[in-house]
């Protein structure tokens, strides 16, 4: 198979000064001058076909052509200096390197991680968590949450969750009632950012006008079931997240059983590669299937 590509040192200009937004500034960064950096773009942009840039005067801006290029050729480039760096840190060494929600990659995979690393003794990894993520970038695969943006990404979903109101179990028992949705009006609401939020909960059940008596707002469903374990109010968050918690009776269903709800595809295992691949993303798909099939089943 042979490649038809631009020269590198195109590449790495148009890239430079998109991240970087000037052909000054990306010259700086490849230590050559601005005229170099401008010759490659356009050398670049006439190998195309395609203008990548609007030169108006005011700066550069991306025409979303070049916007579009510029993602891929950001990713084509971090995985070329990642297989550079792992050449020379020692040939036997393959890193794989996965993005994962931030809530998904600290209270489900990293407990669990050590034992995919000792079942692949010969692999290193890097795991990134970075909030709001739904595409790849310059990872191999990814566990993110909510359908990805990319369609030529292969998608498929590894988790199915109800999003459903949870407490400390001294709240159900406390001298405020909590027996039905109209008495969370007299407990504090734990916000996180999730695909189902408090006032849309409450709208659906008719309770859109409820005065709610205090409100606390977090980052991500980590932190707001920590909240939520420490009794400092009810949460509206994930089976799957507040799982272990739930077994362990550290948390309880604030309003009905979890049985109610209908689960639904909340997080997605991506990659480049198709579900039949082998080599580390196969072994990582196949070691995250069995984990999960592993754990507790909520009813």
Known sequence: MSFRLPPLNALRGFEAAARLGSFKAAAEELHVTASAVSHQVKNLEDHLGV???RRDGRGLTLTGSGDAYR????????????ATA??????ATVTLAIVAAPSFAGRWLMPRLERFLQEHPDLRVRVEA???????GDADVGILYGTPV???????????ERVLPFCAPSLLGGSIPL???????????IHARNRLQWPAWLAAHGLADLSVRREMWVDRSSAAIDAAVKGLGVILESDFLAADDLAEGTLVPALGP????????????????????DGPIGAFRQWLKRELAGDRTLS
């Open 71 to 82: 993602h891929r050729i950001h990713e084509a480039l971090a995985r070329l200096a990642q």
């Open 130 to 136: 970075t909030e709001a993520r739904r595409t790849l």
């Open 150 to 160: 990319d369609p030529s990404l292969n998608a498929e979903p590894i988790v199915a």
């Open 258 to 277: 979890i049985a109610d709800a209908v689960p639904e595809d909340a997080y997605f295992l991506v990659s480049r590669e198709p579900s039949s691949a």
């Open 86 to 91: 792992d050449i020379r840190q020692g040939s």
């Open 179 to 189: 027996r039905k949705p109209e008495d969370l009006a007299g407990h504090v609401l």
């Open 51 to 53: 203008s990548l840039f």
